[in-house]
């Protein structure tokens, strides 16, 4: 048995112990998939919530613009719309990696995240604008007070997958030269000629980052739950 698995061990292909020895050297890439991957979620946000008003407004020219935006950019690939900010806007403008990197991930998020928003804000009762009316509010301040609030937190668990799709759809920075982890891994791997090693090391880095993301949607999650069921005791 022992020898069986002495010659199992001599035959493994890959160097195990080079992963230890090189996962510190992912630090700095890894900071940089987390900036990418927050920068385009905040202003994934903006776009997204501005343009769930625009979908649900009364006003058509807001209607069909955010129709249009949606349908395109949902319908076309990631990829292709990092590629056409990084090298398809170059007769007009030239965009360094890390910009583009980040305006294609806001962009593309903001797609995604506008139906959601929408859809939260349509679930919540017309009722409650009703009645926010019927006591002498405006429009605009019972949608920020009454039904804004609401729709948030029923947006938070499908905003929390979204956010994981995000972080690991910033490793297509790499095809346009940012140093994130993936750029890294291939780096180390094709001057070592360790890429399995290398690349394990980027599933790992992933694997927490997506970990950690998780548990802080869930603790948001929850804190906004156990902040609704108090408010109902009080009421």
């Known amino acids: 048995m022992t020898d069986l698995l002495d010659t199992l061990i001599s035959k493994f292909p890959w160097d195990l112990s080079i992963i230890v020895k090189r996962f510190p050297f992912f630090w700095e ?10 920068m385009g979620i905040i202003v994934g946000m903006i776009i997204g919530l501005v343009m769930a008003l625009f979908r649900i407004s009364h006003n058509r020219f807001f209607q069909y613009t955010a129709q249009i935006y949606i ?30 990197a980040v305006i294609a991930l806001a962009v593309h998020n903001g797609a995604y995240i506008a139906e959601i928003f929408r859809g939260s804000i349509q679930s919540i009762d017309r009722g409650q604008m009703e009645a926010a009316r019927s006591i002498g509010m405006t429009h605009s301040k019972a949608m920020s007070r009454i039904i804004m609030p609401q729709a948030f937190k029923r947006a938070i ?7 994981i799709i995000a972080l690991k759809d910033s490793s297509l920075a790499s095809t346009v030269t940012v140093p994130e982890l993936l750029l890294k891994g291939r780096q180390l791997g094709s001057s070592s000629f360790k890429y399995m090693e290398m690349l394990v090391i980027v599933a790992i880095y992933y694997l927490i980052l997506t970990t950690i993301f998780y548990v802080i949607v869930s603790k948001t999650e929850k804190r906004f739950a156990l902040g609704s069921r108090e408010q109902g005791k009080i009421w």
Not at 29 to 38: G, H, K, P, R, S
Not at 157 to 163: I, R, Y
Request: glycine share 6%.
């Open 71 to 100: 349908f395109v950019i949902r319908g076309t690939p990631l990829l292709l719309q990092l590629f056409i900010i990084y090298y398809g806007l170059t007769a007009l403008v030239t965009i360094p990696p890390f910009p583009s």
């Open 157 to 163: 668990p499908p905003l929390g997958n979204q956010f």
């Open 29 to 38: 890439a890894a900071a940089v998939t987390l900036t990418i991957t927050a």
